[in-house]
């Protein structure tokens, strides 16, 4: 089954539709999300990404990332795709947005306008282990840190979401 991905303008507008890959081969700016679910505890839900991933397997990431279907919401996409990569749905709220372009050493590229949802939860998940090989609680402070010393075992969208999260809710950094 295909799957098509929005492009979008600089402004996040539509401007078409492309197959994933197609896009990705071409570094077509498209539509993307990223959740991140934190626990009442303050700590934020990791995912390894499964190894059989297209690119960047095996890397730390936040919860969950994908694209919205032309046509989806991207809060009813980041919604429904928490539920397949995770195994739950909790509430979540679009927090900021920003844009990316990344290379990869298999020729393929993402640059993607990316919202970031952000959500609570406090039960245990089931990854899919088709999306996540694993999964880890662990503190902004220590995330940070590990990030600052081996930011290659972090995909990169992850990085730029935390980096602008330490700048935007410095709060969660606080010791």
């Not at 900021?96 to 393929?108: D, M, P, R, T």
């Not at 940070?144 to 730029?160: A, C």
């Amino acid at each position: 089954m295909t799957e098509n991905v929005i492009l979008v303008d600089s402004n996040d507008t539509p401007v078409g539709e492309m197959e994933k890959m197609e896009a990705h081969l071409k570094g077509e700016l498209h539509r993307a999300l990223s959740v991140l679910v934190f626990s009442s505890q303050g700590e934020i839900l990791l995912q390894q990404r499964a190894f059989s991933k297209y690119h960047t397997p095996g890397l730390w990431s936040n919860t969950c990332c994908s694209h919205p279907r032309p046509g989806e919401v991207s809060l009813e996409a980041a919604t429904r795709r928490l539920g397949e990569e995770m195994g739950f749905t909790t509430e979540l709220t679009n927090s900021f947005s920003f844009i990316y372009k990344a290379h990869f050493e298999n020729g393929l590229t993402e640059h993607e306008y990316d919202h970031v949802f952000f959500g609570n939860f406090d039960g245990v998940p089931v990854p899919n282990p088709d999306e996540a090989h694993d999964y880890k609680w662990i503190s902004p402070v220590a995330l940070m840190e590990d990030m600052r010393s081996e930011p290659g075992r972090y995909t990169v969208w992850f990085r730029i979401i935390m980096e602008k999260m330490e700048e935007r809710f410095p709060e969660l950094f606080a010791l």
